[in-house]
C-alpha cells in the first residue's frame, strides 16, 4: 500500500515537472507508461491503473492526442496534465503558438492557435497521427480544462484531491499501517511546495491569540493544519484543545448543509479524536492524587 501511493505520487510529480520543465512539456503514454513500468517493475497495465487513479482523484488530466485507427495500425496515444489552474493556462498558451506557426507553415497563412483549432477540430480526423493533429487536441483540451478549473475549483485544491486519494484506498489503508499511509499523502503536497508551519507559528502566537489563529485556520478549511498544530505539540493548553473540539462538534452538525465541509467529515472525525484525546491526557497530567 505506502508503495503504491509513493509510486502515485512519482508519477503525478513527473507528470508536472515536464509540464514546467519538460523538453516536450505535455507527457505522453507511449513514453511515460514505458518509463515508469520499467522503473517500478510493474506491468503496463498496472502503471495505466495508477494514471486512472490520479485522473480520477483530480491529480491531473488525460486526453487523447492520437485515436486508435486499426486500418492503419495506429496505436491510441494519451497526454497527461497536472491539473494546476497556472500550468493548464500556461501550456495552453505555449500550444496555442505552436499551433499558429505550424498553421502558417502548412497553409501560408497567419492565424491564432485557438482560431486554427476551432476551424480544424471537426476535422480532426484528417490529421489524426500527425504532429499538427495531436497540437489540435492540445489546444482543445487545454481549453477546455481551464474552463472546468474555473467552474469547478475547490474540486482542484491539494485538500480535495487528497481526500479523494485516501478514500480510494481506504479499505486497503485500514488493513494496513494507517499513519504511514497518511504521512505519504501529505507528501503530496511536494507537488505545490509550501512553507512548513513551524517557523511561521511562533511568530504568529507573538502577535495574535491561538485561539484568533485556529478560527483563521478553520475558516479556510485548513484542518490538516490545525491537525498538525496537535501532533507536532505547537497546541499545547487544555483550554485550546477542548476549543478545537467544540469546534469541530458545530462543524460536523453543519456538515448536510455546507457543500465543502462534506468533504472533509473524515477529517473532522480524525481531528476530534485527536483533540479528545489530548484533552483525556492532559486532565490525567494535571489532575492531582487525593490524600487520604
Not at 4 to 14: F, M, N, P, R, V
Not at 112 to 131: A, M, W
Not at 147 to 158: D, P, W
Not at 183 to 197: G, Q, S, W, Y
Amino acid at each position: 500500500m505506502a508503495t503504491s501511493l509513493k509510486q502515485i505520487q512519482e508519477i503525478a510529480y513527473y507528470i508536472k515537472e515536464e509540464n514546467l520543465r519538460g523538453k516536450e512539456r505535455v507527457p505522453t503514454s507511449d513514453v511515460l507508461i514505458k518509463k515508469f513500468s520499467s522503473s517500478f517493475e510493474k506491468t503496463p497495465e498496472e502503471i495505466s491503473k495508477y494514471i486512472e487513479q490520479l485522473v480520477e482523484t483530480h491529480f491531473i488530466f488525460s486526453f487523447n492526442v492520437v485515436t486508435a485507427d486499426p486500418t492503419l495500425f495506429v496505436q491510441a496515444v494519451d497526454a497527461y496534465v497536472f491539473s494546476d489552474q497556472a500550468i493548464v493556462l500556461d501550456l495552453k498558451h505555449i500550444c496555442e503558438m505552436k499551433l499558429s506557426s505550424m498553421f502558417e507553415v502548412m497553409f501560408y497563412k497567419k492565424k491564432p492557435g485557438s482560431q486554427v483549432c476551432r476551424d480544424l477540430f471537426p476535422r480532426i480526423k484528417e490529421y489524426n497521427n500527425t504532429d499538427i493533429g495531436r497540437v489540435i487536441y492540445e489546444v482543445y483540451y487545454l481549453s477546455e480544462y481551464a474552463k472546468m478549473i474555473q467552474t469547478n475549483a475547490f474540486e482542484y485544491t491539494e485538500s480535495w484531491k487528497k481526500e479523494k486519494l485516501l478514500k480510494l484506498y481506504r479499505a486497503e489503508l485500514e488493513a494496513s499501517n494507517q499513519h504511514t499511509a497518511l504521512e505519504i499523502i501529505e507528501k503530496m503536497d511536494a507537488l505545490k511546495p509550501k512553507e512548513i508551519i513551524n517557523s511561521k507559528w511562533g511568530r504568529a502566537v507573538n502577535q495574535f491569540s491561538i485561539k484568533f489563529l485556529i478560527r483563521i485556520h478553520f475558516r479556510k478549511y485548513e484542518f490538516d493544519v490545525v491537525r498538525k498544530l496537535l501532533l507536532t505539540g505547537k497546541i499545547t493548553e487544555l483550554e485550546d484543545f477542548i476549543y478545537i473540539r467544540n469546534i469541530v462538534r458545530e462543524l460536523e452538525k453543519m456538515n448536510n448543509g455546507d457543500p465543502i465541509l462534506k468533504y472533509h467529515s473524515d477529517k473532522l472525525l480524525e481531528l476530534r479524536r485527536i483533540a479528545q484525546a489530548k484533552i483525556n491526557i492532559s486532565r490525567k497530567t494535571n489532575s492531582t492524587p487525593i490524600a487520604f
